[in-house]
């Protein structure tokens, strides 16, 4: 006995040893992927920017689905159309978890964000709720309210022109205001609309931090105290006042619902859902707060890749406005009802969302909740699964000569972009930029609408050319 206890120290301290000499191995069992170090995995080959680029290098050398080892987790990237659909799609049952993302949900979001939660009862409920949002009658019903502010976006690039960027979120983000809220935002610089879209930069800004990661890989970092890991206190104090401002406007969309003040809007069905669900206001403040979070700068991002596809490619452009000139003419601008006739104007739209997509790499892992087997290779219970957006779009097989910006790519393609994320055959689909399975975004109606209205409607009234200096 007292021979034991002499060596269980070693005993234990060659267990730990070997445990973390393991940890970081890739076993033989899971996709391929670059060689890593003991411990660390590919952490070191993490790239802290353009990930994307380096992401569709390990696909052309490790095909298309291929794993990274993350200190303690695994992240399977699935990088052709044909996986994601196999996998997010046809077993969305399995692949619609969220890694899990202990500063971004737990600390800075309370675990209230829907983006980031988990396949849980939680998710369901707010994803339900969303739905009635932005399902497409619903969408169809808010094309009055694009219309609105799609006009003054026009008025804004004839009188501000330099200020393009800022007209189009402006756009946007005053879209999502009134849809969810019931209020607009009459200018780029509303105080109320400068506070939301700070916080939500301050929000991305700590979340893209490595150490941010570092947690989530190595879990045990999260007992070391606040002077060690700073970005936890910051994460904290992030909730705290984004929770106060998320609540300010909730509540004050809840009481102006009760005294039948406000516009048709998100927060009137949030108010009887929450009387039949009975969650929290919390939870309400975070559906609707970060609704607007995912929908604004999505929408403005690919509005602006559009501008600078036009500066490139004024051949693109001359042909759109031909084709607008013809089928809508000078007297009026292009409304919904023209979409039919506008082919090229929506080919553009599906063009800008693959030349340059906004979720390059698919906003958010998605996560596997068992084991599942794919072309041999074991993906593990809890991976994360990347839908590779910029490899698929940027795959020659599938669209030749990728860079290039050439709507012609979907003349024949008459499906609405809900459509064709749902097509069965992987190849028919126009694009991945709005992700995959039940975790599909659930704006992508109203975006469709927004992009379309946005794009026919400079087109119809503006020629876009590169600003020329004084001399
Ligand atoms: C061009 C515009 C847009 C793009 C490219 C886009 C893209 C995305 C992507 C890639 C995801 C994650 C999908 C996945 O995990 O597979 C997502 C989720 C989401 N989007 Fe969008 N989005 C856009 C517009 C909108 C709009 C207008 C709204 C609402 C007003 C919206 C609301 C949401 C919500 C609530 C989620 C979370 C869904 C969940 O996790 O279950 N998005 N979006």
Known sequence: MAVLLTYLPVVVAVAVIIRLLMTGRRPKSFPPGPPTLPIIGN??????????????KWAREYGPVYSLILGTKTLVVLSSDQAVKDLLDKKSNMYSHRPEMYVGQSLCSGDLRILMMGYTPRWRTSRKLVHTLLNISAAKSYVPYQILENKQMLYEMLTKPDEFLHNIRRYSNALTTTMVFGWRTPTYEDEKMKQLFDGF?????????GIAGLVDFFPWMRNLPDWMMPVQKKARQMHKKEKALYLSHWLKAKADTAAGTVTRCFSEELVEAQKSEGFS????????????????????????????????YPEVQRKAQEEVDRAVGKDRLPTMEDEPNLQYVRSIVKESLRWMPTTIMGAVPHAVTQDDYYNGYLIPKG????NNVWSIHMDPKRRPDPRRFEPDRYKDDFQSLGDAAANPDASKRDQFTFGAGRRICPGIHVAERSLFLGVSRMIWGFDVKPAKDAN
């Open 43 to 56: 952490l070191h080959q993490m790239p802290t920017r353009d990930a994307h680029l380096q992401f569709e």
């Open 201 to 209: 930069s301050e929000f991305a800004d700590l979340n893209q931090t």
């Open 281 to 312: 206001d919390d939870q309400a403040a975070y559906i609707s707060g970060t609704l607007l979070e995912a929908g604004s700068d999505t929408t403005s991002s690919t509005l602006y890749a559009f501008v600078q596809a036009m500066l490139l």
């Open 383 to 386: 991976a994360g699964v990347v």
